[in-house]
């Protein structure tokens, strides 16, 4: 249940855009924040707290409209870092310019979490740069119930630095060209920008752990599963550390080696003339099958040779090297291999484990799946079908072994 309201917004050398966005939210009836989080640079910070703290325009504007006044301190007021983690002043080389996309997304995407919190996000102040990535950022992490929104002041009264908000009584202010002005007149208006909301092709488990993947990457990642045709899979069959390459980025399989040989047997590349139909094991031809390609993955990761009629001791050798847990081979010894269920449930892993590394969209872009009917038909991406061949929607020459 959502209860309460941040107001988050980026500021540069102009704080007023603060109390601007709190007195048309308070004009137009429109949830009132609990707390307001302010986004800026080293310099924009002591402008924010001389303006907003100091001065005491915050509490002024609340007095004014008579509403509570939001939670916010010199704490609240975070600057952004460069791509050194310093302190920035202005965000011009493009690591810096990482950085600042890195360090607002990432604030978006933990705040998003809060489900009890709405977002009132205002890209009314700071640099364009700093505008796009938290309207962009938004896009990415923002909930239904949250909002987007600019401020609109009428001239001449925008950034004037006199100017906080306009006053119920006459008070007078000085324009940029020294004429005197009073606040009494101006009009502030709130324009809420309608946005689309990309969160459901980020699992939950990747916000939380946006930390370890950047602006770049996430966007890179969601290009990706529009351009299917760019991607690259490599195999690396390590013993210790299995891996799959996704392009440039490493997926370690270290602690899920049964998904990645499950994953390895379906995205082998294999000749016309192999003839192979690997299908969920439902009678003996179809589990002796499956069973030896998939021991025959695990093998390979410790460069063993299995002997497929001798399914004890080829499970024995797996064993011996930490291929196998001792549940897993009880498992496949009393059911003579692998059979349906142990088929599903390494695919419900699989997918659950490229859900939390990987935007949703890309996961089911990579994931093993049904390609072919019974009948021989092909199926295409987006198609499904109770029965049929297992099979990747990449083309062979995107799989490296």
């Known amino acids: 249940m959502v209860n309460q309201t941040l107001l988050l917004a980026v500021t540069g050398l102009s704080p007023q855009v603060v109390t601007e966005t709190l007195y048309a939210i308070a004009q137009q009836g429109l949830e009132w924040p609990d707390r307001i989080l302010i986004l800026t640079t080293k310099r924009g910070k002591q402008e924010a707290r001389l303006g907003l ?37 202005d965000a011009r080389t493009l690591e810096d310019q990482e950085a600042l996309a890195d360090f607002i997304t990432a604030q978006v995407a933990t705040l998003s979490e809060n489900l009890n919190q709405r977002i009132h996000a205002s890209i009314a102040g700071g640099r364009k740069t700093m505008t796009f990535y938290l309207g962009y950022a938004m896009t990415l992490f923002g909930r239904p119930f949250d909002r987007l929104s600019h401020v609109l002041v009428s001239e001449p009264y925008e950034a004037i630095p006199d100017f906080y908000f306009p006053t119920q009584q006459s008070k007078r202010i000085v324009a940029r060209d020294g004429s005197q002005l009073d606040a009494r007149d101006a009009e502030v208006t709130l324009a809420e920008i309608p946005f689309i909301s990309q969160r459901s092709m980020v699992s939950s488990t990747l916000l939380q752990q946006f930390s370890r993947v950047s602006y770049i990457e996430l966007i890179r990642l969601l290009q990706l599963a529009q351009q299917p045709g760019q991607l690259q899979l490599k195999f690396c069959h390590q013993r210790h550390q299995p891996q799959v390459w996704l392009n440039d980025l490493c997926l370690d399989f270290s602690k899920r080696k049964l998904e990645f040989a499950f994953w390895a047997m379906i995205a082998r590349p294999r000749s016309p003339d192999e003839d192979v139909s690997i299908e969920r094991p439902v009678d003996e031809l179809s589990k002796a099958l499956v069973t030896k390609l998939y021991l025959a993955e695990l093998a390979e990761m410790a460069g063993l040779q299995l002997d497929s009629r001798q399914l004890s001791q080829s499970l024995e050798l797996l064993y011996d090297h930490d291929l196998l847990e001792q549940k ?43 390609i072919q009917r019974p009948d021989g038909r092909k199926l295409q991406f987006g198609q499904s ?17």
């Open 328 to 370: 897993t081979l009880e498992s496949l010894l009393s059911n003579d291999g692998v059979n349906g269920s142990f088929f599903d449930t390494r695919r419900t892993n699989l997918k659950e484990f490229l859900y939390s590394q990987l935007p949703s969209a890309l996961t089911e872009v990579l994931m093993p799946a049904i």
């Open 53 to 89: 703290l100091v001065s005491g325009q915050l509490l002024a504007l609340c007095q004014e409209v008579q509403r509570p006044v939001p939670a916010f301190s010199e704490q609240d007021i975070l600057v952004i870092p460069d791509a050194a983690g310093n302190a920035v002043d």
């Open 385 to 401: 079908s109770q029965r049929g061949s297992y099979g990747m929607w990449l083309a062979p020459a995107q799989i490296q072994m």
